[in-house]
Each structure stands twice: as structure tokens, then as C-alpha cells.
């Protein structure tokens, strides 16, 4: 029997979602599949909408812009974060949701089906769908054979670009600007798509770059390379205590010790990685420390009570993030 | 102690679910258990609902008619599919749905708690449950003991009525009729649910039958008795191309190799039930290709462009047979 | 790295959730954490609540009081009874739900995210938060950390307070008073914490206990302890037979076989804790036989057919009492 997938169906590049739709902002329609899409217009766009979402919440806790219309959340492998950070954006905004959220006991795929007939089948159910995948391009797949927007909420390897706009979008909420900024990333950098995307997003802006990370997990080539022909300033160090004084933002994320081979190197490096009130008391007044989540020590509880954790502001900001995305992609703002 | 159940409490046959209801159409408080329940009468009322509800989803996403119900949904196993289009379909009619989607961690059931418990539990906090139970009879005895109307998500080996109800929904709307029609049904027949339940709604109408499949996975006695009951024409065969030009209908299931001892022997009877763009040259340039989904292979993904290719369809004709459902057990039309 | 927690952040007892509230209930922004914490008088407030929320359900079905509004159901194991329970009763109150239900798979959990991290995260999406943990006190450490108001949905052996006060109120519904009441408690009177909860709650009214249990399986010192001290009368028995006849409510609970070490002595002692159709011919006219679900055999199939089982309308009361919390604490009612 065929079982090789014909290529995806040729299709306009606006899919159809609604009626009189927001057509300027030029989301309509749109999947949401890599940090490469953005430019700073459109993120300015979303930032706007993102800040009024805030408001309406803050106000009165939801709105009906999106009465009417359901998202499917695809997670072929959990992520409470991710997962409920959509659930509540769809549910602010009037929506409902379809929670395929539990990943492995899905049951269609675990019957053999394919992503794009799964796709396929929650398109005729829901209007937009956000897909959490283990595997490396399977969004951009999602997409090519979907006719409603795709947003992807995690590729495995690949990206995660819902993510870097919320991690971007803080740094503007929290320090007022993203031009002139001096930007630490610390920790994993290597396989930390959080780190690879934001850097990214941020090569749309005048910043400089301090990376801190061991030898083996130091910043890949290609996201290396993407920085130089912008010919941003970029600095790398071992230990975070060299950086600290200088930068406006500190993202961290976890050096795992399953990376390392020899054990002692892990337990000789990984305090230099690691935020306490004793570094903090070293930073900028006005810096912002931000973290992916979760995380697991590499942040001193301790720091929590410092004003300058901004990493729950960040978690709250993904929702609005998340809000003006669908609202977006649905046509309506 | 006493662990044997009672027999259910006698009830009024229509149950009482909500104020002011219709009561002209006879499904008001009623249960979905089985096909055996439709009349061509009751079948048009539905059909014509389901327009009426596509009608609403096309034009503005959703409507408010079950606004303040509460639907459960009850899945002993995960069936994504069936569950998203009830959740889809509540949604889309105002309503909410409690999701116990996940199967295997049903926790009152891993306590011990029998069928009628769980459903008297739920009927408690919801006004109609959809029930997914592995085992044949289920959702009888749900039916049994619950005073809120019970749908039949599918028991086992036993029914899935809604199923049948879209599939032939699908041939109503895709073929403008159904007398007249003739019908092949392709693949494993002897233990397709899907195919029972439709071929013994199809013996509501005046259709031809032409039956394809292997030897061992011929149609049970019982449905090919219920067709004969009604004098009905029907062919059988092996292979799918000897019908393919004269049928309007092409109902496709998946063979599985898991059916045959030996491997040898599905190796070389597979192709001929293989829905490939060469067999499709031969078919009539006004039918359809059906299928429950998921496939695996059974049919190439590069007839998914034809026309005909129904399937998807078929998808979104689901959620529109259970908002017609659902509105009307629950008194709304 | 640093992986203390550090002290919950020093809070106003009453925690910000929303515009206007009301805040002569006491129960704006509040944690429900304990039964310790209700008093005759928050206790009257709540069923008065809870009645009106039953005549809103019967009527209309669902009411717009909690509209925009999320709630997160965070079960770290899964219990249907009590998730379904307070999804049904947001959803009737028109707000939505985080629906975290699956217990095993909480996947930042099994990424090793403490408590506070993920209640302090999930409060950034939603403006309540059910937890429902293994461990006691997990409910308390959630309180501890968070900014709005956390409900306790069971923390292992410690409290299950929402089961408790849908208990006392069922009492109430049923037989119109609590003062002056005879009340029966059988089965596991040890480990049973419903047990627990139900018997301080009723330290606040004037009853007579009659607890009848197996001799491994009595009233632990503390909780009687707290009966003494309000001098209430007290008697215990091994056999459900004698008190049948003088009690007002029979609450029934299991004895599990696995709590002895001797099998032989379960099968000695099993019959005295079960309730049959000829057990209730001893029992008042007027009285009612309540479980807290799931039941395996404890309480005859046959008894529930007789109007004085009160436990399937124990279980809608649970929806009613947990509906008037969720509008309590944040600040409606």
C-alpha cells in the first residue's frame, strides 16, 4: 500500500479564519513557526497588542474578541507551561480549547496516524491549532498541510518562538527599551533553544552580547555566525561573576550534569552558574534577571524577594504574548 | 459484603434534562445508544439540524443555544478523534464539557468504582455524558442507571452510532441523496464497527451493497442477514478494482496484518484493497471516497487532492452530527 | 547551587483578586486550607451560598458571576470526583478552567520544579488555584507562596476541607438542622480523612458521635481528644447493628482488607461495617445514609433505591458548595 506522503497541498499563504478580518497587521492567517518571521514592525505590533491585553485582564479579567472560535493544543509531549499559558490566553479572550494535552497517550498517533492527517482532522474542528512536537520541523509540517494558522509551541530541537517574544517583549517591559541594552546569557548555551531564538530575536536590535557558559556548552556556530554579520559587540566568559556588574539582562538556564561525561568537571564548574543574593548584590540597580522555568537550583530561592526577578513577570507576560498572538492570527487586531 | 448491583431503578423513558424543551422531535432526554433507534424521520430531523448548525459555524463560529449545560466526557480508552469533535461541538453551541479524556488514568475506576457509581457521580454535576467504554453493552447499562441522556461514544465491539450518523450524513451531503446509491464497503468487514453500523443504517434506504474484502474478514452473518431481511442487492468480492467504476460510495477500513497468522498470506492480498490515483481513474467522476480515519497506508496520501477524496469532510461533518445531537437530547430542537 | 527554599514572601493575609469585592463574607482572597478555619458563622454563610447556587442550576443551569475569571486544577493525582466537580462548578459560575488533571504526567514536576515554582507560575494564568498533592501540608506551602487564593483539594493525610463542608451541608440540606442529631461514623475511622474532617466540623454544633469501627481501625487520640473537650457525647461499637436504630446519619467509609495483616480477621469482621436493605429496616424513618465515593461493596447496590441514601445527592451538593467557595474567595458572594 502507498504509504509515502504526497507533498503538501498548494495553498493561498493568507489562510481563512473569519470574517472581516484585521488585514494590516498582516498576521492574518499567519503561522507561527520561527523567531525568522518577525521584524521589529510586526513585534512592535504584537508588544502593542500584548500590553493591551494586560490591560483588559488587569481590568476586568477577559474580553469576547475571540468568542466563537477554538484552538486545538496538539502536545505531543507535555508542557504544563506552555499548555496552560494558551489554555488561559484562548480563555481570556472568549475562546474555548481543545486539550490534547497529556502527550503520550495520544491515542490517533498511537495508532500509526500521521501528523498532517492529525492535523488535518483538528482543522476541521477548531480554528487555530498550537503544536508541541518532539522532532525538529514537524510545526513547519503541521503548517504546510494546514489550512488554519499553526502556532508552534515547540519543536523539539528546533524552535520555541512563542517563547523568545515573551522573553523579548519582557526586557521591553521591564527596562523600557531593547536598543543599547548589554544582554547576559548564561548556562546552557549549546542546546538551550531558548537562548538560540531570543539571541536572534535580539539581532534585530543594537545590543551587545555576553555569553557565560562551560567549554562544552558554549553558544553553536550558526547562531555565533548570525551575530557577527550583524556585527554586534559579543563578549564569552566561563564565570558569571565577570559579567555581572555590566549587563542589563541575565538569562539563565540550567547546565545540566547529564552533559557532562566527567562528573568532576560538572561539580568544579557548575557554581559558576549559578545566581545568589551575594552575585546579585554585585549587578545593576536596574537589570532584570529572567529564566525560561523551570528551574532547578540554578537560582537561589533567596533572589526571589529581589525586584529585579523579573522571571515571574515572565511567565506572566507569555500569556498576553499568547493572547495577542491568537488575536492576531485570527484577524483580529 | 454485597458487591452484586441492582437492577437499574425504573425510569421515566424520556429523561429530564432542562425547561421549555422540544418535544416534537422525540430525542428530548433521550439516550444514543445504537443505530437500531433511527427512523428515516428522525435521521432527516438530525440531517437537517447539522446543516443548520455548519450553517452557524460557517457565518459566526458558535452559537449560545446550550449556553449554562455542562457535557461530560466519559473515555475508559482515548479515542482523540471522537473527544475532540464533542468537545468542538459543545463548545461551538456555548456549552462546557468536563474532559476525562485520558483512559487509563481514570482514578475512581482504579479505586474499584463500578460503571453506574461513575455515572450517577457525573449526571451530578453534568446534564449529558458521552461515554467510551471498551466493553460491548456499556453504554446500555450507563444508559441503565443514569437519569441525565447518555451518549454512546462507542462500546467496544458494540456501536458507535455517531459514527454511522456522520458517515451517512456525509453521503447525504456529498451525493445530494441516498436511495439509489451504490455503496462499496472496502477492507476488514468483519471487524470494522464502523461498516456494521453503516451498512445497517443504509438498509433505512433503497442502496446497493458491494462488499470487498479478504476471506477471513468477510461481513458477519448477523449485518448480512439484516441486508437480505430487506431484500436488498449485494456483491461481494476480493479486490476492489472489479468494483471501483460502478459504486458512488467508497467506504474504506484498514486491513490489518495483526489479523492474519499468516504474514505470507496478507502480503498477497494487501494491494487489493489499496485506494491508489491509478484506481481512482477508473471511478466515476461524481463519488466519494470514505473513511472512518485513522489510515495507515490504505490509502495513498496522493489521492487526498482528488475531488472525491471525502474523508476530511467527513471529519467536519462529525462535529456538526454531535452539536445536532447534543442540542437535541437536551430539548433544543 | 543553591537549592534551600527560601521563606515565603511576607504577604497580606487577604490576597488581591479582582474589583470590587465583597468583603463582609470574610472569604475574599482567602486560602481554603483547613476546617479549622470556618466558624458556625462563615459555615452559614457558605450553604446559604451553596442554596442559592442549587436553585441557579435547577433554573438556568449556569450563572455569569465568575465570567472571565480562570481557575487552574492543579492534581498532582488524579481524582475525577473532586476535579470534575470544580470543573463543572467554574464552568457553571462562567469562568473557565486549567484543566491539570492527570497526576502522573505534570511534566514540569518530572523536571524537578518545586511547588511554590509551579503554583507561582500557574497564578500568573489564573486567579484561583485547586491543588490537590499527596503530601500534607502541600496545600499550606502552596498558600504560603502564592498571591491568590489556593483551595486545598486534598493533601494525602492531612485535610480535604471542600469534602468535608459538602458533608455538613448535605447533613443540613437533609435533614434540616445539625444541632441535636445523632451521628454514625463506620468503617476505617483511622485513616479516613473525610472522617476526620466531617467529625471537627461537627464540634461546632451540639451532636451526639457513635463511631463503630474494627479495633485497628478507631478514632485516632487527636480527633477525639477535640470531641472531648467540647464534651460531646461519645459512643463506639465493633458492630454497625447496634447504633442502626438511634443515629440520624449513618456515614459510611471502607474497611480496606489491606489494612490487616490478618486476613482471617477481615473476613471475621467484614459484615459488621456493611449496609443492606435488611440493615436499613432497623434504621429511623427519618435519617441518611451518606460515603464519600467511590463505594466497593461497603454499601449494598439495593440500598439505593431507598429515599434515605443521601450519597448521589451528597455528590451534586459537592458542586453547590464548591461553586459558593470559588465565588467566596474571590469575593462575589
Known amino acids: 500500500m502507498a504509504t509515502t506522503e504526497s507533498k503538501a497541498p498548494a495553498k493561498d499563504s493568507r489562510k481563512k479564519v473569519g470574517l472581516a478580518p484585521n488585514l494590516d497587521s498582516g498576521f492574518y492567517g499567519q503561522d507561527i513557526i520561527s523567531v525568522s518571521q518577525f521584524t521589529r514592525e510586526n513585534l512592535e505590533h504584537i508588544f502593542g497588542v500584548a500590553e493591551e491585553m494586560r490591560a483588559i485582564v488587569k481590568r476586568v479579567g477577559s474580553s469576547d474578541l475571540l468568542k466563537g472560535t477554538v484552538l486545538a493544543c496538539l502536545f505531543y509531549e507535555p508542557s504544563t507551561r506552555t499548555s496552560s499559558s494558551f489554555i488561559a490566553a484562548m480563555s481570556r479572550l472568549g475562546g474555548t480549547v481543545i486539550p490534547i494535552t497529556q502527550g503520550v497517550q495520544f491515542s490517533s498517533v498511537s495508532k500509526g496516524e500521521s501528523l498532517p492527517d492529525t492535523v488535518r482532522t483538528l482543522e476541521s474542528y477548531a480554528d487555530v491549532i498550537v503544536i508541541r512536537h518532539p522532532e525538529m520541523g514537524s510545526a513547519q509540517t503541521a503548517a504546510d498541510y494546514a489550512q488554519k494558522p499553526i502556532i508552534n509551541g515547540g519543536d523539539g530541537a528546533g524552535e520555541h518562538p512563542t517563547q523568545a517574544l515573551l522573553d523579548l517583549f519582557t526586557i521591553k517591559e521591564e527596562l523600557g527599551q531593547i536598543d543599547g541594552l548589554s544582554v ?150
Do not use: W
Open 184 to 333: 547576559g546569557m548564561v548556562g546552557d548555551l549549546r542546546f538551550g533553544r531558548t537562548v538560540h531564538s531570543l539571541a536572534r530575536l535580539l539581532c534585530l536590535y543594537d545590543v551587545q552580547f555576553n555569553f557565560v557558559a562551560p567549554e562544552i556548552l558554549r553558544l553553536p556556530l550558526d547562531v555565533m555566525n548570525e551575530i557577527r554579520k550583524r556585527n554586534l559587540p559579543v563578549t564569552e566568559t566561563y564565570d558569571v561573576a565577570e559579567i555581572v556588574a555590566d549587563v542589563d539582562v541575565l538569562y539563565i538556564t540550567r547546565v545540566q550534569k547529564e552533559r557532562f561525561s566527567d562528573l568532576a568537571q560538572y561539580e568544579e564548574v557548575k557554581d559558576l552558574y549559578a545566581i545568589t543574593p551575594e552575585l546579585m548584590e554585585k549587578a545593576k540597580e536596574k537589570m532584570i534577571v529572567m529564566h525560561p522555568l523551570p528551574r532547578v537550583g540554578e537560582i537561589s530561592y533567596a533572589v526571589d524577594s529581589d525586584p529585579r526577578a523579573a522571571y515571574f513577570r515572565q511567565m506572566e507576560n507569555g500569556m498576553y504574548i499568547r493572547m495577542a498572538l491568537l488575536a492576531a492570527v485570527l484577524g483580529k487586531v
